[in-house]
């Protein structure tokens, strides 16, 4: 049984704006991407690592980042797309495993842990997503920012990456989306994350399993100080 993690790197950070795409910036000396890719490289369950970044990083990131830090199971760096659908898609191209783990670069507090629990419950229910419960009340609001509705938030939750799924269940629901994709987005529909897929694209259910607090995206900037003061702690413990 095979099991390779694609790790998205090909996204441009405009919420966060600056010259450098925050998978690249500094935490702690080490640039965001490099934490998540050592985590993969540590995690037993993992075999191998599906790279994707934009055309013109793949040199670079070859370089400073997969040789410089010795990285043995990276097996392949691909060019992403314009949406992060669609660099997944690439990544899904180049993989030839039995399951899949897919994980943003931008959350660099991904831990063995987490990527054991994600796992297994892939194994065991064929899609499993990391997510958090919502601790905020969370509000459906109109075009003209007045509140519509109060939604549950006992039913809620913050949705998270590992996504791990049985291979061939994410390639076949990417199939049946590709095939419709301009009606589709014509539609009005957004894909955002890649349980979408498989929601909407197949008749098995994704298992919600319990990420981290922790396990943050840097979208703007105060998260990256946010997680400077994680990472500062987590490295502490490990020496
Ligand atoms: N990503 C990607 N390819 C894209 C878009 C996003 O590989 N076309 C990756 C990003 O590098 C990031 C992860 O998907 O690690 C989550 O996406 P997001 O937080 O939206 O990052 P960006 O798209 O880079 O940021 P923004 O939406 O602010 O432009
Ligand atoms: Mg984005």
Known sequence: MKTTAILLAAGQGKRMGGAVAKQYLPLLGKPVLYYSLRAFEEAKEVDSVILVVGEEEKETVSETI?????????EAVVTGGQERYLSVYQGLQAADCDYVLIHDSARPMLDGEMIRRIFHEAVKEKAAVAAVPVKDTIKFADEKGYIRETLDREALWSIQTPQAFETALLKEAYRVFMEQERSLKEGGIRITDDAMMVETFSDVKVKL???SYENIKVTTTEDLSVLEVFCRRKEGKQG
């Not at 997969?66 to 990276?74: H, P, S, W």
């Open 209 to 211: 399993v319990t990420g």
């Open 66 to 74: 997969i040789r410089q830090y010795g990285f043995q199971k990276v």
